[in-house]
């Protein structure tokens, strides 16, 4: 079984910041936020590959950060995999820019650079740089308006858009 655990806490480690191109939304509601996410589309890395049905779900933690458990299912083992981490605020708390641990003191940046702010039903999330993109959404499915927003978008701010997976979201 891959241990995405560690893969995702080496990758992301001491990666805070966030592309040039990258603005994080301001006005961002956490309680809105709260709640289970899927994943409809990515950039490729080790810690995710082969996965499907990828779902996050933030909740808040005693300590006032977001707790995060990361799920998907890994097709090739036939087993879910799951990485709980912890998020915290890295300015303001309206603001869209958190760091996320999935292990001990190693940090990575969350950004999220566009979100449906009057309903919190998507969000166009990077990480420190343009090899991280994530398009989130509270459905397993979004209409292609709002996926061609995302590769517009996302393309626009320098990231590789013909790399993209999109998440085979079916059970």
């Not at 309206?94 to 760091?99: I, N």
């Not at 999935?102 to 309903?119: I, T």
């Not at 308006?145 to 990231?159: D, H, N, T, Y």
């Amino acid at each position: 079984m891959k241990n995405i655990l560690i893969i995702m806490t080496l990758l992301l480690s001491g990666c805070l910041g966030m592309p040039e191109s990258v603005k994080p939304v301001n006005d961002f509601e956490l309680n809105k936020y709260l709640g289970k996410w899927y994943e409809i589309a990515r950039l490729d890395h080790s810690f995710e590959r082969g996965l499907v049905q990828v779902s996050a779900d933030y909740s808040v933690r005693e300590d006032g950060g977001v707790s995060v458990l990361n799920r998907g299912f890994s097709e090739t083992d036939g087993e879910w995999q799951e990485a709980q981490g912890k998020a915290y605020f890295v300015n303001a708390e309206d603001e869209a820019y958190l760091k996320v641990s999935f292990f001990g003191p190693f940090y990575g940046s969350y950004v999220v650079f566009d979100l449906d702010k009057e309903n919190y039903q998507y969000a166009f999330v990077s990480g420190p740089d343009t090899s991280y993109l994530w398009l989130l959404s509270r459905t397993p499915s979004v209409a292609p308006e709002l996926l061609e927003k995302f590769v517009a978008m996302s393309k626009q701010r320098g990231f590789d858009t013909k790399q993209l997976i999109f998440v085979d979201q079916k059970k």
